[in-house]
């Protein structure tokens, strides 16, 4: 079995997380994890962005993730992109603290939009404060009613409004430590969650001979007495349950004057480091130099990047003239070996004359490309812009036969793979034709675009640009037994040769081609590409 290059996370010091993250990684579409270890004895927090309401509250009740806290003290949040934005648009504290980008672990910029990221302080401060006056001024209603019923004697209201009220505080912290208000309606059970995060908080409840609090129970009495309506004379204990709703109240003021500090400084020192922006930049000054080594081009943009821990991938396109394969994947390795092995760049290249002529087919690929904000090389300001198709409807053209041609690889693999005889010359070939006629296929499918006989791993990277959900793949990849793209690139010319393979490499190859036909006929037949053509 080949030893591969492995996603890791080395802010988490803990290997069973590791390994439950990268089959996260593979599995699910995260946008983002974030990290931040305490020096407290409270809870680190690790916040995942997930693309899924769904997948986050399935995750979010797995076993793994109590095993986590229970035996690591670690704190797993799952959340969902549109949720994340929706809270930090409030200037909730948490969100903007514990998801601020430089407790970024892991980071997909392949989900576009779905990033998250937290702004300067001076802009988030007008939302913090609204966040926060907001919580003030609920507040006080709630006391303002609780004033009003004592002094009207409604004594079974009072408890009952100080419920609500020592509930509201319980939700607000719950919140500020945990991230998540709990679906918990029982105070006792609340208050028991909060103590692990706030431990003060146990002088402040007596406990009940029934492992529950002495004023919860007193609630609960109110709460009875009311229904059978019966009055209920504890004014004497007014005062105690107004202390400890205050002490309550002390602790959330004091979480938000936390929250301004680190925050602020978290800003302060992020301003500081600006040099790891600078960093990138210089990462892509140094590549167009590289570039500029061997071809001339006429602009370079700069169309998406994916950002993990270990490894930053780069999207480029060139629109240049006369640039093969072959020369595209020179300046590749150029590039690969004036880096430190972190930054992995993906051309592809294009004469601008012929975009235009394939815009009727491409647009819809290009024009999402080649815009200003994303040009990062330009050898003049004078190049003429596109003329763009407008309207501009999108087809397939003669997608029908892609499909057709990796289908027909499919079944001439199956068909040597399941050979009595054990019989496979010439199956490596075909597996590596099937390969790059998937890729193509599935990238023309996905976005309108049909790329050239790029290099396997191109490709590959490619189809993880039209749908970063094909990652899931990437195992499979990882757990070939040989170098996997260098494998395929030797074997995509067909060549004289008895295949030696044995039943654990055969294998690992059938798996391959099959899951792969199975997600490219999702991706076109299953989708209804192929609905205006006829099926042969």
Request: proline share 2%; hydrophobic share 35%.
């Amino acid at each position: 079995m080949k030893t591969s290059e492995k996603l890791i996370f080395p802010q988490l010091e803990n290997e069973y997380l590791e390994n439950m993250l990268r089959q996260l990684v593979n599995n699910y579409n995260i946008i983002q994890m974030f990290f931040t270890r305490t020096q407290s004895s409270a809870f680190s927090k690790l916040i995942i962005n997930i693309d899924s309401s769904i997948d986050a509250q399935k995750h979010q009740n797995s076993k793994w993730v109590r095993k986590v806290k229970e035996r690591f003290q670690i704190d797993v949040l799952f959340v969902f992109s549109s949720k994340l934005r929706h809270h930090y648009s409030l200037g909730d504290p948490f969100k903007a603290y514990y998801c601020r980008e430089s407790a970024v672990i892991y980071q997909n910029f392949e989900f576009g939009n779905s990033v998250f990221k937290t702004m300067e302080w001076q802009k988030f401060k007008k939302r913090f404060n609204g966040f926060e006056n907001n919580f003030h001024h609920e507040h006080d209603l709630y006391r303002c009613q609780i004033r009003n019923l004592i002094s009207e004697g409604s004594s079974n209201s009072v408890y009952t409004s100080y419920c609500r009220l020592i509930g509201y505080d319980l939700q607000c912290l719950e919140e500020f430590y945990i991230g998540n208000k709990s679906d918990s309606a029982d105070l006792n059970e609340r208050i028991n969650q909060l103590i692990p995060y706030i431990p003060v908080i146990q002088k402040y409840f007596v406990k009940a001979s029934k492992g529950g609090y002495y004023l919860i129970d007193l609630f609960e009495q109110a709460k009875e007495a009311s229904s059978d309506e019966e009055a209920m004379y504890r004014n004497e204990m007014f005062e105690s349950v107004e202390k400890t709703e205050e002490n309550l109240y002390s602790i959330i003021c004091d979480r938000f004057s936390e929250f301004r500090k680190l925050i602020k400084k978290e800003y302060r020192e992020e301003q500081e480091v600006l040099c790891s922006n600078e960093s990138k930049d210089k990462i892509l000054e140094t590549a167009v130099q590289t570039i500029l080594e061997s071809v001339e081009p006429e602009q370079i943009y700069l169309f998406n990047q994916v950002a993990s821990h270990e490894k930053t991938t780069y999207y480029l396109l060139l629109v240049t003239d006369g640039i093969g394969n072959e020369k595209l994947k020179l300046i590749v390795n150029r590039l690969k070996n004036k880096k430190d092995g972190n930054s992995v760049f993906v051309l592809i290249s294009h004469s601008r004359q012929w975009i235009q002529n394939n815009l009727y087919e491409y647009q819809s690929f290009f024009e999402k490309i080649i815009k200003e904000e994303q040009l990062i090389y330009s050898s003049n300001e004078y190049h003429p812009e596109f003329h763009w198709e407008s309207p501009h409807k999108p087809y397939h053209g003669d997608l029908h036969l892609y499909y057709k041609s990796a289908e027909k690889s499919f079944l001439q693999f199956s068909l040597i793979a399941t050979n009595a005889d054990g019989n496979y010359c010439g199956l490596t070939s075909i597996f590596s034709l099937f390969f790059m006629s998937f890729c193509r296929t599935y990238v023309f499918a996905k976005t309108y675009y049909m790329p050239n006989y790029l290099p396997s791993q191109t490709l590959w990277q490619l189809c993880i640009y039209a749908d970063a959900d094909i990652r899931k793949y990437n195992y499979l990849t990882e757990q070939f037994w040989t170098d996997f793209f260098p494998f395929l690139d030797r074997n995509r010319a067909v060549f004289n040769c008895w295949d030696r393979l044995n039943a654990e490499q055969l294998d690992q190859m059938t798996v391959i081609v099959e899951k792969l036909m199975n997600e490219l006929r999702i991706a076109v037949v299953e989708s209804g590409l192929l609905k205006n053509f006829e099926q042969d």
